[in-house]
């Protein structure tokens, strides 16, 4: 079956994601409103699996404008193609350091980009498996390459996996959004946070995703 079938504007949408956002309205007065709020607007899959991760690295603790541009250099310097353009792993673990920090790379960017390479071209990171794979299971794998935390898991598993069910407690947006809806402006601690999201399973990527929309309207790109 396909996990994504496109609607009538061609945009691709999580099958799951309908369902879930009637689940939760029904469940949950203030996610009601918030789904309400924004209609007509869902997590769209963007980009192949090296390319999405090998962007989060690029744009850590760097505005998004800084990261654009380090991108667009590093796009030319491995030869990548297509739209969205996409960088190859084989390339990228070819070409030198010493490129790689003429395009903007700090040199430890630069070494995570080419672990992440690595494990790519290594069939360590290999997308035919991840479908077999329980979240837990792909986020102990994606944590492996250097410069991917958990929250970068996270966020690929969301954005990317369109996986239904993440609840990432350490992202300051949702720990945000939670203290202002449910908690009168105090934030939890994460294990108390992790407690509370149990309430919004086994859809807590789709909840995560509309308390983010109470915060910013404008759905993030990854």
Same mark, same amino acid.
């Given at each position: 079956?396909?996990?994504?079938?496109? $609607?009538?504007?061609?945009?691709?949408?999580?099958?799951? =994601?309908?369902?879930?956002? *009637?689940? &939760?309205?029904?469940?949950?007065?203030?996610?009601?409103?918030?789904?309400? !709020?924004?209609?007509?607007?869902?997590? /769209?899959?963007?980009?192949?699996?090296?390319?999405?991760?090998?962007?989060?690295? /690029?744009?850590?603790?760097?505005?998004?404008?800084?990261?654009?541009?380090?991108?667009? *250099?590093?796009?030319?310097?491995?030869?990548?193609? +297509?739209?969205? /353009?996409?960088?190859?792993?084989?390339?990228?673990?070819?070409?030198?350091? @010493?490129?790689?920090?003429?395009?903007?790379? @700090?040199? #430890?960017?630069?070494?995570?980009?080419? $672990?992440? !390479?690595?494990?790519?071209?290594?069939?360590?990171?290999?997308?035919?498996? =991840?479908?077999?794979?329980?979240?837990?299971? &792909?986020?102990? #794998?994606?944590?492996?390459?250097? +410069?991917?935390?958990? =929250?970068?898991?996270?966020?690929?598993?969301?954005?990317?996996?369109?996986?239904?069910?993440?609840?990432?407690?350490?992202?300051?947006?949702?720990?945000?959004?939670? !203290?202002?809806?449910?908690?009168?402006?105090?934030?939890?601690?994460?294990?108390?946070?992790? !407690?509370?999201?149990?309430? =919004?399973?086994?859809?807590?990527?789709?909840?995560?995703?509309?308390?983010?929309?109470?915060?910013?309207?404008?759905?993030?790109?990854?």
């Amino acid at each position: 079956m396909d996990e994504c079938p496109r $609607d009538c504007e061609g945009i691709v949408k999580p099958l799951y =994601w309908d369902v879930a956002a *009637r689940a &939760l309205a029904d469940g949950d007065r203030v996610l009601g409103r918030l789904i309400d !709020a924004h209609p007509g607007i869902h997590l /769209v899959r963007r980009g192949d699996p090296f390319t999405t991760l090998a962007r989060a690295i /690029v744009g850590q603790q760097i505005s998004v404008k800084a990261a654009q541009s380090i991108w667009d *250099r590093l796009v030319v310097a491995t030869g990548g193609a +297509g739209v969205p /353009v996409a960088i190859d792993p084989v390339r990228v673990g070819r070409v030198r350091m @010493s490129t790689l920090r003429r395009v903007g790379l @700090s040199e #430890r960017k630069a070494s995570y980009l080419r $672990d992440l !390479a690595r494990h790519f071209r290594s069939g360590t990171l290999d997308s035919r498996d =991840w479908p077999a794979l329980a979240d837990e299971a &792909l986020i102990e #794998r994606l944590v492996d390459v250097k +410069g991917i935390g958990r =929250w970068t898991a996270e966020m690929f598993l969301i954005f990317h996996e369109l996986r239904p069910d993440i609840f990432p407690v350490g992202d300051i947006g949702l720990q945000k959004a939670v !203290a202002l809806h449910y908690h009168a402006g105090n934030r939890m601690p994460p294990a108390e946070l992790r !407690a509370f999201g149990e309430r =919004w399973a086994p859809y807590r990527s789709v909840a995560t995703w509309y308390l983010w929309r109470s915060l910013d309207p404008i759905p993030v790109e990854y």
